[in-house]
Structures are given as structure tokens and as C-alpha cells.
């Protein structure tokens, strides 16, 4: 029983490490925003990304003695999570911003867990318990308490904001069928690496057009462009779209998808305290607050839930047999 316990709290633990990994995003692109691109910033980390972590999957398969999975029937696999979880996300997430409020930005980034459990049951036949449900509100309510500043700031009748927010809305249904699909991917066995890199693949080639076309990368103005910009893509290309991605198709393994994006309700509150850190911004007591009401969510769904869903079920056949 200790051990169970123990290896669900460790996966808790991965749970909370991989969300403040993808956290590191936003101050980190705010960081280098004003002096790359929007297309540099979005797809250079990707690329780079998908260079160094595809010697590793080269070496794994060595290991595994098996190879690399180029054939119609394997790779068919990853073509629509590149194409729309990996290329189509970052470009609306890219186009969406810059067309939109970052307050509204941030109350639509709130659907993709909603989206998730959606798509989680659809595809994979998840079911939302009781536990689940009120994680969920719960999370909700900490998200709008760690964000009150940011949501008094939002604005969604004005209709020049309408495209963006449409534009972020359908990114966030495309990250939120990225995370779904990444499930069914490990149900079919495929290893962490391969689905990081093989998606990656798809959405690096999709990417190059805008590259090339729309805004054309130079390597010379890259590596002129000073060490911050360069470390900002070094740790977007090595955290955000690898090892955070690895560590989260390994939770994948151990937990249904809808526990495990429940954690993205942390995002708000870890940006919160890496723009302490990084970039001198306030963090107030209510955003603290709401901090650990949405930790508690997250315990409930990871290290909890069967114990809960008993309690509840238990409760239930009480007041049954009263009634």
C-alpha cells in the first residue's frame, strides 16, 4: 500500500515538475520577444528540439534493436499530432496573442483541461468520476483567484479582439487533442522518445514554408542577436519541447490523461512566480492562495482519488439506505 502511495506521489510530483517546465514559456519569450520573431520563436526551439533529441532516439533504438519508424503504417501515426498538436498550436498560439488581449489569452488557455476530459473520453473512454469533477471546480477557482488582476483586465466585447480569441481558442483545442492523442499513442506502445520526435519531425517540415517565406530566418542575425536570446531558445528548444514532453508522455504511462492535465491550472500561478524571479513582477498573498487550492486539486485526482471515490461512493450508499 506504502509503495502504490509512494509512486503516486511521485507521479504528483512529475505532474507539478512538467507544468513548471512548460511555465518557463512565458517569461522566457517575453524575455526575447522584442528582439526575435514571432515565427523564430515559435518553430527555431522546435527544430533545434527535434535535432538533439533525435541522436538519442537513434541510439534507443540501437539498444531496442529495432528501427526507425519511416514506414506509411508507423508514421501514419504521427502525422496529425505534428500537424495539428505541434505546427497548427504553435502558430495559433503565435497569431492568437499578438491579436488578442493577454488576459483573455489567458481565461481561454482555461478550456484545454475541459477540452481534454472531452476528448479523453471520445477517444479513450475515460469516464469523470465525482473526484474528478470537483478537482476540477476546484482547480477553476484557484485559477480565478491566483488571476483576479489579469481577469479584470479581460475584454471580450470588443469585436477587434474576436479573431484572436478565436484563433487562441482553436490552438488550445489543438494542444488539447495533442495531449489526448499523445495517450493513445503510448497505448500503442510507442516509446517517449518516438512520439517527441517523430510528432516533432512532422511539425518542424511544416514549419519551414513560414521560415522561409513569411519570415525568413538568417542564422547571422540569430547568432547576433546576444546570449539572452540565444539561451532563451536553448531553454525553450532543451525544457519546454523536450524533456517536459518526455516526462509528461511518461506520466501518460502511469495516469489517464484527464488526471494529468489537471496541472495545467498550476500555470497561471508558476508564471506568476517565475516573473517574481525573472522579471522582478509582485506576487501577492491571493495568488498564493490560489496556488494551493489548485495543488490541492491536483492531489485529489493523483495521489487520492481511489480513496476519495470509495469515501464518496461509501457516503452515497449511507444515505441511501436512510432514505
Known amino acids: 500500500m506504502n509503495v502504490v502511495k509512494s509512486s503516486k506521489a511521485a507521479d504528483w510530483l512529475l505532474v507539478l515538475l512538467v507544468n513548471f517546465m512548460w511555465a518557463t514559456q512565458v517569461p522566457v519569450i517575453r524575455l526575447i520577444g522584442d528582439r526575435l520573431g514571432s515565427t523564430t ?21 540501437r539498444k531496442r534493436a529495432v528501427k526507425m519508424r519511416w514506414r506509411w503504417s508507423e508514421i501514419r501515426y504521427f502525422i496529425l499530432p505534428g500537424l495539428i498538436g505541434i505546427f497548427l498550436m504553435q502558430y ?9 488581449l493577454a488576459a483573455n489569452a489567458g481565461i481561454i488557455t482555461l478550456t484545454i483541461p475541459v477540452i481534454v476530459a472531452v476528448l479523453a473520453s471520445l477517444l479513450l473512454n475515460e469516464k469523470l468520476n465525482i473526484v474528478r469533477i470537483i478537482s476540477f471546480f476546484l482547480a477553476i477557482a484557484g485559477v480565478i483567484i491566483t488571476s483576479l488582476p489579469d481577469l479584470s483586465e479581460a475584454n471580450f466585447r470588443q469585436s477587434r479582439y474576436f479573431t484572436g480569441n478565436l484563433v487562441f481558442f482553436l490552438a488550445c483545442c489543438c494542444c488539447g487533442y495533442y495531449n489526448t492523442y499523445c495517450k493513445v499513442l503510448v497505448e500503442k506502445k510507442f516509446t517517449e522518445l518516438e512520439i517527441l520526435v517523430y510528432s516533432s519531425i512532422i511539425g518542424s ?25 540565444q539561451l532563451g531558445i536553448l531553454e525553450l528548444s532543451l525544457v519546454v519541447y523536450g524533456i517536459s514532453m518526455l516526462l509528461f508522455f511518461y ?3 502511469r495516469m489517464d490523461v484527464t488526471q494529468a492535465i489537471l496541472g495545467n491550472y498550476l500555470l497561471p500561478f508558476f508564471i506568476a512566480i517565475l516573473g517574481l524571479v525573472l522579471l522582478g513582477e ?20 493523483t495521489v487520492y482519488e481511489g480513496r476519495l471515490v470509495a469515501w464518496f461512493a461509501k457516503m452515497s450508499g449511507k444515505n441511501m439506505k436512510k432514505a
Do not use: C, D
Not at 517540415?205 to 536570446?229: C, D, N, R, Y
Open 282 to 301: 509582485k506576487v501577492t498573498g491571493v495568488m498564493i492562495a490560489g496556488g494551493l487550492i489548485i495543488l490541492a486539486s491536483t492531489l485529489m485526482v
Open 92 to 100: 495559433g498560439y503565435t497569431v492568437g496573442a499578438r491579436m488578442t
Open 41 to 61: 520563436v515559435a518553430f527555431i526551439p522546435l527544430i533545434i528540439s527535434t535535432l538533439i533529441f533525435l541522436p538519442f532516439l537513434w541510439r534507443e533504438n
Open 205 to 229: 517540415i511544416a514549419s519551414l514554408p513560414l521560415l522561409i517565406w513569411v519570415e525568413p530566418f538568417h542564422l547571422k542575425t540569430f547568432m547576433q542577436s546576444g546570449m539572452v536570446p
Open 251 to 253: 506520466v501518460l504511462k
